[in-house]
């Protein structure tokens, strides 16, 4: 089936060739993920296309969902998972899960603080843009999703905004201690709990790296 992702111009060259290697046709447009957002709206208009959202989309809160339920299926003594926030679909699936199963389980929503308007939405409970100046892609929006933002009006239990230097202070941890890459939106959580750490002491809690997709440059700039 054919697939159309629009991507901001100069996208992380990483992730445009991992779409691209699945068959996708990648389309530039616009200098953020909103813009890009907004010019797939119109495509899909203009030319009859189904278009999927990467957030206000029920079947894909659904589907990422599935990793909390995988979560709790080998950790069910979980106290607290920690969620980076985007357009907020795997927060809300993470949301409906965890309460759910265990309603004493907290979910942590994590945004970066050079673009906060997931939180501000959640905050102010109404529509809010903000301006958005993050390196983090995963993070990067400028408007909020608010079929996601309704289901964490009702069942997420705190927000926490983090600093550039921290999330890429949590990619080097994750390189040196895990072994393992991630980008800057999937170390969200692991910098939120190291500035929340007198919270999380003693507590079992959750990481959840939402993607390894860094660019080199963006790595070297974590690293050096």
């Known amino acids: 089936m054919r697939a159309i992702v629009v991507a901001p111009e100069g996208a992380n060259p990483v992730k445009v060739e991992a779409m691209e290697s699945h068959g996708a046709e990648v389309v530039f447009h616009g200098q953020d993920f909103d813009a890009a957002k907004d010019h797939c709206e119109h ?124 999330m890429r202070q949590a990619v080097r941890l994750y390189l040196e201690k895990a072994k393992t890459l991630a980008e800057l939106a999937g170390a969200a959580p692991l910098a939120a709990a190291l500035q929340a750490k007198e919270r999380v002491r003693d507590k079992t809690i959750v990481l959840v790296l939402s993607g390894g997709n860094i660019s080199p440059e963006k790595l070297g700039h974590c690293l050096y």
């Open 43 to 166: 495509m899909a208009q203009e030319q009859g296309l189904r278009y999927i959202s990467s957030g206000d989309e029920p079947d894909l809160i659904a589907g990422v969902g599935t990793y909390t339920l995988g979560i709790l299926e080998q950790q069910p003594d979980v106290d607290m998972i920690f969620v980076p926030i985007g357009g907020g679909s795997g927060a809300a699936g993470a949301c409906l899960v965890a309460k759910t199963i265990n309603s004493d389980i907290q979910v942590i929503g994590v945004q970066a603080a050079a673009a906060p308007a997931a939180y501000l939405t959640w905050k102010n409970r109404g529509y809010t843009i903000a301006q958005m100046e993050t390196e983090a892609e995963g993070l990067a929006t400028r408007a909020p999703f608010m079929l996601p933002q309704r289901i964490l009006w009702g069942h997420l239990d705190d927000f926490l905004l983090v600093e550039e230097a921290a």
